[in-house]
């Protein structure tokens, strides 16, 4: 596996190529989901652009479907107070 750091690195200069409008913390996100595989981190990037628009860490997870933070919080706190 390629360290994340390194796949991220990769995918700003593939987005900088493709003159794709996306943040740093969008590329991290992928990179991480990637692991570690060059080839699945550009794939998701792609589904990403495919979207259209401003790729951002909201667009990237709801892309790998992953719920927002405070949604999870609230799932916790209940789970914890029993309600």
């Not at 667009?59 to 309600?83: C, F, H, M, Q, Y």
């Amino acid at each position: 596996p390629v360290p994340s750091d390194a796949v991220a690195a990769h995918l700003k200069e593939i987005a900088k190529t493709e003159k794709l409008d996306v943040s740093d913390e969008a590329l991290k996100l992928l990179a991480e989901h990637g692991d570690g595989s060059f080839r699945d981190s550009i794939s998701m990037l792609d589904q990403a652009s495919s979207y259209g628009g401003k790729i951002d860490v909201e667009s990237v997870r709801a892309l790998l479907g992953i719920p927002p933070a405070e949604l999870v919080g609230k799932l916790l706190d209940n789970v914890e107070s029993g309600t």
